[in-house]
């Protein structure tokens, strides 16, 4: 079964499917060696982490799909992408559809806000037309080259036009042939609850949480009960990376000296086990003795 199908019986299954947001290939196999069934790319982590900037369009669509072929190389989870708004318009989306399958995604997100995009949980958004955005899920679905590869429609206009609004837009993302939906940045449970009562029986449909975002955080068990197949941490890890390196860095500049910290790092045998140094290396012996 390849990627993109698993993803697929994962979704359509009785457990919620939980997907932690990495950028890179050693995030994506911190992930996969903690056992989760899948992987998130998350455009906002990777503007974080590649620029040190917010989430607000500045990643392209060759950066993600550079990103995408390296992941791919190292784990063999599916791996969800944020393709941000396909980078333009329908001819765009086709072609992010194809590259991005190319490069190995299993599943392709798209969103429908205008040029450049922010991250879901800032103020400020603006959207394209619900007919203009219909048009970019219908060539999605004509450039998909895998039929399995999923293709999950996001809408941010809760927070431009009101659940009303986004529940409108949702449905005509549906029809347009979403495999599953992205209803972004709900405000409270009960907007959360409307979502599903709307979809969920039709639908898979993705709850993301964002430390400090719009939407009440919740646990997986939580979003499960209240009837979502997908959940995302997107920047959960960075934000434990970066609150953990400033910590060290800050003792190591008082101290002058890493052996306060020793005790919570991995030393040079426990990071080489992580990176499979000792079966590279045997593989690269066993050609040079063939």
Do not use: W
Request: with cysteine; aromatic share 6%; hydrophobic share 45%.
């Amino acid at each position: 079964m390849n990627h993109a199908a698993t993803l697929r019986r994962l979704l359509a299954g009785p457990d919620i499917l939980v997907a932690p947001g990495a950028y890179d290939g050693l995030s994506a196999a911190l992930v996969e060696r903690a056992g989760f069934g899948a992987v998130y790319l998350s455009g906002a982590s990777l503007a974080y982490t590649r620029f040190g900037r917010p989430d607000l369009g500045l990643v392209s669509m060759n950066e993600v799909a550079d990103t995408i072929a390296v992941m791919r190389d190292r784990v063999n989870l599916p791996l969800i992408v944020d393709a941000d708004n396909g980078y333009g318009n329908a001819l765009n989306v086709a072609r992010t559809v194809r590259h991005f399958e190319r490069m190995g995604a299993s599943a392709i997100q798209l969103e429908d806000q205008q040029l450049p995009k922010r991250c879901g949980h800032l103020p400020g958004k603006r959207l394209v037309g619900a007919d203009e955005m219909v048009a970019k899920v219908r060539a999605a679905v004509d450039a998909r080259a895998n039929p399995d590869t999923v293709l999950l429609i996001r809408t941010d206009a809760i927070a431009v036009e009101g659940i009303d609004a986004a529940l409108r837009r949702a449905e005509a993302y549906l029809e347009a042939g979403a495999d599953a939906l992205f209803i972004e940045a709900p405000e409270s449970v009960e907007q959360m609850r409307r979502i599903v009562a709307e979809f969920g029986a039709r639908v898979p449909l993705l709850a993301n949480m964002v430390e400090g975002g719009s939407t009440p955080v919740q646990s997986a068990a939580q979003l499960q009960e209240l009837g979502f197949s997908l959940a995302i941490f997107p920047g959960a890890l960075v934000r434990a990376f970066t609150f953990m390196a400033e910590e060290f860095l800050g003792q190591l500049a008082r101290e002058g000296s890493t052996a306060g910290y020793r005790p919570r790092m991995l030393d040079l045998d426990g990071l080489n086990a992580l990176l499979g140094t000792r079966e590279l290396l045997e593989r690269s012996a066993a050609y040079e003795q063939a």
